[in-house]
Structures are given as structure tokens and as C-alpha cells.
């Protein structure tokens, strides 16, 4: 699978750093099967070349994340995983996860001068659809006909 934001599919364009804002994320199936998706979201501060991290992630509002409520996509309280609970067919795209991304707050700067930015991650991982149990051996969730009904330790509502 590969990551799309902004426009961008970031397999061959990497992941950007120093980047004000980050829109419109999904998955692509890049697999010749049908998958199900799903991604952990990772947010902490990187040098411009994204060769450093700063040993503390940012803290609620110098960044804000809205994600898409109106969509086929559930957060496992068990987990923290995002899961696609339709499965997305070769070459399909999942419902966009996040709208927009941005940072609120300047990022810290290191005693060595570097400078810090916001980075967004999102890791994507597709398993097959068929047969069923597939999903539910390597990631714990439950599904039938193509739609997963239950996710590892239930699911957050609030995003």
C-alpha cells in the first residue's frame, strides 16, 4: 500500500518534513488482491532533514489534526491503529483519514541550533481480505463479506 497526502503518494516522494500543513490522507491498495488498511499515526518534532527527533512529542495545541468523522475509518482503543473497515479493491483508494494536519506552535530548537518541525507519519500496513480469518489471525479483528465488524479492543468514537 502506499500513503497519499496532499496530493502526493509518498512511497515515491517520501515522507516531507517542515511542511506547514498536511491534507486529504489516504491509502492506496497497491496490491493485486483486496485488502483491508490500516495505519498508526505518528506526530513528533524532526530536523528539516528529518535526521534528528527531539525526545518529546508535541503536546495538545501546537498541533492540531482533524480527522475524517464521515468516513469508513475506527481507531482501536487496543491498539491505536486506524482501521479501514471496508475493504479497498487494486489500485482503490480508502476514504481520506485526515482532512488537515497543521502546527499550532513554533517546534523547539536544540542547544546544537537545530530547529525542529512538526512530522506526521503515517505508517500503512494491507493484509488480504479473503478468506476472512486472515484478518483476524495477524491482526485481531473480525470480518464478513468484505467489511471488518469488530476491531481489537473496540473502538474510540470520538477521533
Same mark, same amino acid.
Given at each position: 500500500c502506499a500513503v497519499i497526502e496532499n496530493g502526493l503518494d509518498t512511497e515515491n516522494t517520501g515522507n516531507p518534513v517542515n511542511v506547514e500543513s498536511k491534507s486529504n490522507v489516504m491509502i492506496k491498495n497497491t496490491g493485486d488482491t483486496d485488502a483491508y488498511i490500516r495505519v498508526a499515526v505518528i506526530v513528533n518534532w524532526k530536523? !528539516?532533514? @528529518?535526521s534528528k527527533v527531539w525526545a518529546t512529542a508535541p503536546k495538545t495545541g501546537e498541533y492540531t489534526i482533524v480527522y475524517n468523522t464521515n468516513s469508513r475509518w475506527a481507531r482501536?482503543? !487496543?491498539d491505536g491503529y486506524w482501521?479501514? *473497515?471496508a475493504e479497498v479493491a487494486p489500485d482503490g483508494l480508502t476514504d481520506v483519514l485526515i482532512t488537515r494536519a497543521t502546527q499550532n506552535a +513554533? %517546534? +523547539?530548537? @536544540? *542547544?546544537d541550533g537545530t530547529q525542529y518541525y512538526l512530522s506526521i507519519e503515517i505508517v500503512a500496513? !494491507? #493484509?488480504q481480505s479473503t478468506p476472512d480469518n486472515v484478518v483476524k489471525d495477524m491482526w485481531g479483528a473480525t470480518a464478513s463479506n %468484505?467489511? #471488518?465488524t469488530a476491531i481489537p479492543g473496540g473502538t474510540d468514537t470520538t477521533n
Open positions: 530536523s !528539516a532533514d @528529518g482501536s482503543l !487496543a482501521y479501514h *473497515t +513554533p %517546534g +523547539p530548537k @536544540g *542547544t500496513s !494491507a #493484509i %468484505g467489511t #471488518i
